[in-house]
């Protein structure tokens, strides 16, 4: 039996005569992590949290000593730093997720030589700019490192662009749709991400970069309804919903076929979010406040109950 739970092994402990000595074997073998996964977590975790301290401690260095150092200092350090980890991440004998590792670092260096570079000279650039110099500076070690957290980074710098671009230049853009622009963006990134993972070559996909997607996703939609519907443009918000609900439609069709209580999760609230604004904007003050209220407790106390049950049926196999 692949893939065997921590729960799976308890409810057989439960409905049988297995010693104790032969359920502790079940668990060391089945569930608890050996040594060699210990061994590469902490590896990784070390790696990481070093090369995150060492960029904080070169941010710090530069706001502590701004004014006492010279513009080619200040370029050199940071153009230094980055020639120095970039050589790093294409040294043969690190790992190779030590090397992606320490690429994701270096695309973290550029952004801090623009904001450098922007701060000595007074650019004057829009906030815009800076984050689209970075999305476009770094998209080639993206795609050559293939690593999960740096696509993740990408994607934000990617958003953080549009949403700056959106509040410096274009504010007359209709705020619902362009909510809904982001959504399917996000969403665009997630079915690409779902599509590899099913492919004839799959590629693992992690949960958490899923689950950050469809989040993003789902909130920028319920966000672009919400807007649509307290400021009654009824034409955009009908484009909105119908895209909303064809995508909660696979959602919803995807949670229940994997037993993907999240999905499931996020969609169910954002449907509850919807549904209270509506009746905030229908109803008047004192009663809206009341029964939103009680719709609230009510939608929320039979999700968490549908979600349990989902989560049940997919450890045992048949609902408590």
Same mark, same amino acid.
């Given at each position: 039996?692949?893939?065997?739970?921590?729960?799976? !092994?308890?409810?057989?402990?439960?409905?049988? %005569?297995?010693?104790?000595?032969?359920?502790?074997?079940?668990?060391?073998?089945?569930?608890?992590?050996?040594?060699?996964?210990?061994?590469?977590?902490?590896?990784?975790?070390?790696?990481?949290?070093?090369?995150?301290?060492?960029?904080?401690?070169?941010?710090?260095?530069?706001?502590?000593?701004?004014?006492?150092?010279?513009?080619?200092?200040?370029?050199?350090?940071?153009?230094?730093?980055?020639?120095?980890?970039? *050589?790093?991440?294409?040294?043969?004998?690190?790992?190779?997720?030590?090397?992606? !590792?320490?690429?994701?670092?270096?695309?973290?260096?550029?952004?801090?030589?623009?904001?450098?570079?922007? $701060?000595?000279?007074?650019?004057?650039?829009?906030?815009?700019?800076?984050?689209?110099?970075?999305?476009?500076?770094?998209?080639?070690?993206?795609?050559? /490192? %293939?690593?999960?957290?740096?696509?993740?980074?990408?994607?934000?710098?990617? %958003?953080?662009?549009?949403?700056?671009? $959106?509040?410096?230049?274009?504010?007359?853009?209709?705020?619902?749709?362009? &909510?809904?622009?982001? /959504?399917?963006? &996000?969403?665009?990134?997630?079915?690409?991400?779902? *599509?590899?993972?099913?492919?004839?070559?799959?590629?693992? !996909?992690?949960?958490?970069?899923?689950?950050?997607?469809?989040?993003?996703?789902?909130?920028?939609?319920?966000?672009?309804?919400?807007?649509?519907?307290?400021?009654?443009?009824?034409?955009?918000?009908?484009?909105?919903?119908?895209?909303? /609900?064809?995508?909660?439609?696979?959602?919803?069709?995807?949670?229940?076929?994997?037993?993907?209580?999240?999905?499931?999760?996020?969609?169910?609230?954002?449907?509850?979010?919807?549904?209270?604004?509506?009746?905030?904007?229908?109803?008047?003050?004192?009663?809206?406040?009341?029964?939103?209220?009680?719709?609230? !407790?009510?939608?929320?106390?039979?999700?968490?109950?549908?979600?349990?049950?989902?989560?049940?049926?997919?450890?045992?196999?048949?609902?408590?």
């Amino acid at each position: 039996m692949e893939n065997i739970q921590r729960e799976d !092994i308890h409810l057989v402990a439960k409905h049988s %005569n297995l010693s104790a000595n032969a359920i502790y074997a079940a668990l060391r073998d089945q569930v608890y992590p050996k040594a060699h996964a210990w061994h590469d977590f902490l590896r990784l975790f070390l790696l990481i949290f070093g090369v995150g301290f060492s960029l904080l401690g070169i941010v710090f260095f530069f706001a502590y000593n701004w004014a006492d150092l010279p513009k080619f200092t200040k370029l050199g350090l940071v153009e230094g730093l980055l020639i120095l980890l970039t *050589g790093a991440a294409l040294y043969p004998r690190f790992s190779p997720q030590t090397r992606k !590792i320490v690429l994701s670092g270096s695309a973290l260096i550029v952004g801090l030589l623009f904001a450098v570079f922007g $701060q000595i000279y007074q650019t004057g650039a829009n906030a815009y700019d800076f984050f689209l110099a970075w999305t476009v500076f770094i998209s080639i070690w993206v795609l050559i /490192a %293939n690593f999960t957290p740096l696509w993740l980074f990408f994607l934000l710098l990617i %958003n953080s662009t549009l949403i700056l671009y $959106q509040q410096q230049v274009a504010a007359d853009w209709s705020p619902v749709l362009f &909510n809904m622009a982001l /959504a399917l963006i &996000n969403a665009a990134a997630l079915c690409i991400g779902i *599509g590899l993972s099913k492919s004839k070559t799959p590629r693992r !996909i992690p949960t958490y970069f899923s689950n950050i997607l469809s989040l993003a996703s789902v909130s920028f939609a319920t966000l672009g309804i919400v807007i649509g519907i307290f400021d009654h443009d009824f034409t955009e918000l009908a484009i909105a919903a119908s895209f909303t /609900a064809l995508g909660y439609t696979f959602a919803l069709r995807h949670a229940w076929k994997q037993g993907n209580g999240f999905y499931l999760a996020i969609v169910s609230f954002s449907l509850i979010i919807i549904a209270s604004a509506i009746l905030l904007d229908i109803l008047e003050q004192l009663t809206s406040i009341l029964l939103v209220s009680g719709f609230l !407790i009510g939608s929320v106390t039979y999700v968490v109950h549908l979600l349990i049950h989902l989560q049940k049926t997919k450890t045992h196999g048949t609902p408590a």
